[in-house]
């Protein structure tokens, strides 16, 4: 398994590092901004192999420009249908890359909802999904339809429960303080709620989290569940007729949460 790294970007953004088998070429994905991953390459002696863009937004994609004039060669890989300077790879659902020197193969799938071209790339191992799937969270419903980001998370939920999920942002505590307001005796969530507070004071990632893990504690992927049907039901005193309409309503919960 390649070693893969958490670039910090901006307030929280994570610009993730995979590291080739020998050590000296790296595959970056989200480069919102090149100076801490040419600081990265710099320090370490690396090489930028690749780069894989997940969707349009700037904090994504705004440092792939400055990372091609140093290493022209570098292969931009992003979706089809979004515009995004530098992709030289337009990529689709379904369509492979593999990373010889890395023994990365990974797969497309698209995952509208965020925005409408998002995509992700994955394996049975690793899934960099951006800001469609954060750990007990997920993005907001910027360009798409409720319905389409359930979908997108549905999708992501078959991929299998031992992937690693590395998303775009360090947004998991936060996103733990809803996720109780939901289901306040999960137990699950709050051994995750320990875990990532101790990780967080530490100043490390709280990521990457297994899909396991968030398929116990991320109320956006228990849309089917009981208890989170009861407590969106009980916080918008409506019936609840199918879980696109727990998601519509759980999202718009999330969205006017404060701590
Ligand atoms: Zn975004
Ligand atoms: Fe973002």
Redesign the pocket.
Known sequence: MNNIVAIPAFKDNYIWAVHSLDGNQLVIVDPGIAQPVLDYLHFNNLTLHSILIT?H?N??SGGVLDLLKEYPQAQVYGPSNEKVSGVTNAMKEKDRISFTHFDLHLNVIDIPG??LGHIAFFNESVLFC??TLFSCGC?RVFEGTPAQMYNSLEKIKKIGKNTLVYCGHEYTLANIAFAEQVEPNNVALKKRHDEAKKLRQQNLPSLPVTLACEFETNPFLRCQEQTVIDAVENHYRVKMLDPVMVFAHLREWKNQFTL
Request: proline content about 0%; charged content about 20%.
């Open positions: 969707h937004h904090d994504h965020h925005t951006g800001d993005g």
